[in-house]
């Protein structure tokens, strides 16, 4: 059979994530299952940076929040995409394959249903959302009375693309640990609302 560049098909941005997930945060055959690897793959990151103090809350309907203290998101325009259009620069966190240790907030993204991020500067609250993998509502400002932190995530895993339980608070503390170990002065606090309904909005 011939094969040549016509035969190539090139994935851009979080649609490679989704077409083929294992590539990115391992088979369902590996230990543990994914959701558990894709949450703290996502938290390593984040802590890595060095915030005060990263929070993960469990929310009812399989939703989970990661929380922190440090520096909040850019919002400042980056240079102009291939449209020709700036936008502002935490949409490439998530809609762009960085460098690996870059790259966790994208992959969250791809893998999630529903995704709503949330950074602080000054005293407002700036909120994107994304499902899909793409973005569905464009970046708003307004006021935040009790943020979560100076930065937070709130997403449900995509069930289609990634299998495994709902995460329970046993999980997450593992996560929390493994972390914690890893990356020392790293300050995890695990909050199990799963009584509660997540908020959205």
Avoid at 151 to 157: D, S, V
């Amino acid at each position: 059979m011939e094969y040549n560049a016509s035969d190539i098909e090139v994935l851009v941005g979080t649609e490679a994530v989704r077409r083929r997930p294992q590539m990115y945060i391992g088979g369902e055959d590996l230990h543990p299952s994914p959701r558990v690897r894709l949450l703290e793959y996502v938290v390593k990151e984040i802590a890595e940076e060095r915030p005060q103090e990263v929070r993960i809350l469990l929310w009812r309907k399989d939703a989970i929040t990661i929380a922190y203290d440090g520096k909040p998101l850019p919002i400042e325009p980056f240079s102009p995409s291939i449209d020709g259009v700036s936008h502002p620069a935490l949409y490439r966190l998530f809609l762009e394959l960085l460098r690996p240790e870059e790259s966790a907030r994208a992959i969250l993204n791809a893998l999630s249903e529903k995704l709503v991020v949330s950074t602080m500067h000054a005293d407002d609250r700036y909120r994107v959302m994304f499902m899909n993998g793409g973005i569905v509502s464009l970046l708003s400002r307004g006021h935040c009375r009790l943020p979560l932190g100076t930065t937070w995530f709130t997403y449900r895993p995509d069930t289609t693309l990634i299998t495994g339980e709902v995460l329970e608070p046993e999980d997450v503390r593992s996560i929390a640990e493994r972390v914690g170990r890893n990356i020392k002065g790293a300050r995890i606090r695990v909050e199990d609302r799963i009584t509660e309904g997540a908020d959205w909005y």
